[in-house]
């Protein structure tokens, strides 16, 4: 499962009411646990969501490509890992989602993000600084 590629890892739980009636993750929660690891890096990286966004600077997902590879279902462990390129003005984070007991691939992601700067599509010198070690 792990590698050196992995710029951040965090470990969760699949809790109850997150599934379906067939006992598995409701695909939209897969969204929910991928924003909360970047929102978690971002602290990582001492960055605070909310304090970028009162100094005028929003990240915005601009695109997503899913891919659902083996459903997780309730009171599965998993650990939700990225690693993150920079292409021009967008950030590109990657997404791997492993059931924790078995290291099985469950989802995978590319999200694609750009700032919004004072209203206008733009670069953050903040954000680039902040990911520079893992560039």
Known sequence: MKNDKYAFETRMEVRDYECDIE?????ANYLHYIEHTRHLFLRHCGLSFAEMHQKGVDAVVAR???????????????MSCLWIEKQGLKYVFHHDIFRADSDELCFRADVVLVCIVNG??????????AFAPYL
């Not at 006992?23 to 695909?27: K, L, M, P, Q, R």
């Not at 206008?120 to 903040?126: K, Q, T, V």
């Open 120 to 129: 206008r599509l733009g670069d953050s010198e903040e954000y680039n600084q």
């Open 64 to 78: 997503m490509n899913l891919q659902y590879k083996s459903p997780l279902r309730c009171d599965d462990e998993f």
């Open 23 to 27: 006992g598995i993750v409701n695909n």
